[in-house]
């Protein structure tokens, strides 16, 4: 029996996370987060879905996205593009079955001070991973509206 669509309200942002299946890492090399962002903006723009900001880290994922006036467009983008990207790590390193822990983890995004808020979160979290020195340096990320 298929999944029920998660509900989202039109216009919205909304904070989306992933990681990897027993914590284990996803994005091996930076052709895997390149691949994943090109995928991305593909199936944003396919379902024209906003992306706000993103931060890919080793064994997880934050997106901050926007619906439209059709917010079972988030869903359905969500589908394919996290399908389309599994597809390409299971044959890339040879391995079958799933590369994500589950489906995705979603939480609406209430007001601006929420979004900046997440915003933050996500310009902070390669820093606090020890991955870079200032959240600038991290190549990995976007954040919109923050410099």
């Known amino acids: 029996m298929a999944r029920k669509l998660n509900n989202?309200?039109?216009n919205t942002y909304y904070h989306i996370l992933n990681r990897g299946h027993n914590k284990k890492v996803v994005f091996r090399q930076d052709k895997d987060k390149a691949t994943f962002l090109n995928y991305l903006s593909f199936y944003s723009k396919e379902f024209n879905i906003e992306v706000d900001s993103y931060?890919?880290?080793r064994t997880h994922f934050h997106l901050i996205l926007k619906t439209n006036e059709y917010p079972t467009q988030l869903s359905r983008m969500m589908q394919v593009f996290m399908t389309k990207f599994c597809i390409y790590i299971n044959k890339?390193?040879?391995m079958?079955?799933?590369?994500?822990?589950g489906r995705y983890k979603k939480r609406e995004i209430r007001d601006f001070g929420d979004l900046i808020t997440v915003r933050r979160y996500l310009r902070d979290n390669p820093v606090k991973k020890g991955y870079v020195e200032r959240p600038g340096d991290y190549k990995w990320m976007r954040i919109g509206g923050l410099s």
């Open 55 to 57: 931060c890919l880290m």
């Open 8 to 10: 989202y309200k039109p």
């Open 96 to 101: 079958v079955g799933a590369v994500f822990q």
């Open 92 to 94: 890339k390193y040879h």
